[in-house]
């Protein structure tokens, strides 16, 4: 069956450690995203990418990298620099047909 | 800068209640309105809207989305106990060609149902 993976599941980073959440669909999409959520909240932009080797920031991408390398993959790096990580991180992906999440890494700094 | 607004921001009702979710939105390029329900973990569909004035419909929920005022409603009937979620209005801009762009999310809205 086509879908989105996330993983891990659950992470715990300690400060000042670079972290990074992976993301694989086999959709074939061409758009991905990437989503925070902090509790009782709606989902804010990170980044999101529309075709292999590009990517533009979205709403809150200070502290955070990616890259798009092939069309399944769109790994999200928590640097750092973020100064408050601790978070549900959703990735989607989408086409015109409509979008799929995947089911979310909870990041944890401790 | 894409904007999603939703209200109220939290609802709490009883069952049997009808509920109506709110959704205003300013986008450069609209492509489509989305509502999500959110339990636990991934959102999971609900409608996708292109056009205005056609309602959506799926069993107690329904949604129709006007372009002209840039607005959205969601409406829960009979609820129940099981519509407890948070509910997520997103707008999805046209990037040209084949490929979506940029997709924007409110901040949803809390629904709790007691029994």
């Known amino acids: 069956d086509g879908g989105i993976t996330q993983s891990p599941k659950y992470l715990f980073r300690k400060e000042g450690q670079n972290v990074t959440l992976s993301c694989e669909q086999n959709l074939n999409h061409d758009a991905m995203y990437w989503y925070r959520q902090d509790p009782g909240q709606g989902l804010r932009l990170i980044y999101y990418?529309?075709?292999?080797?590009?990517?533009q920031k979205g709403d809150i991408a200070e502290g955070y990298s990616v890259s798009r390398e092939k069309k399944e993959s769109f790994p999200l790096t928590v640097t750092s620099a973020q100064k408050n990580p601790t978070a549900f991180y959703l990735c989607a992906s989408g086409d015109r047909r409509g979008y799929t999440f995947g089911s979310g890494t909870r990041l944890t700094v401790v | 800068e894409d904007k999603v607004v939703q209200s109220p921001l939290s609802l709490v009702v009883h069952e049997g209640d009808t509920v109506t979710l709110n959704c205003s939105y300013e986008v450069t390029n609209f492509r489509s309105l989305l509502w999500y329900k959110q339990e636990k973990k991934a959102p999971t569909f609900l409608f996708m809207l292109t056009s205005s004035g056609i309602e959506k419909k799926s069993g107690r929920l329904s949604s129709i989305l006007d372009k002209k005022e840039l607005f959205s409603i969601l409406n829960i009937t009979a609820t129940q106990t099981g519509d407890s979620a948070i509910y997520l209005c997103a707008v999805g801009d046209n990037a040209g060609g084949t490929s979506y762009g940029k997709l924007t999310f409110g901040q949803g809205t809390i629904l709790t149902v007691h029994p």
């Open positions: 990418s529309q075709i292999v080797n590009d990517f």
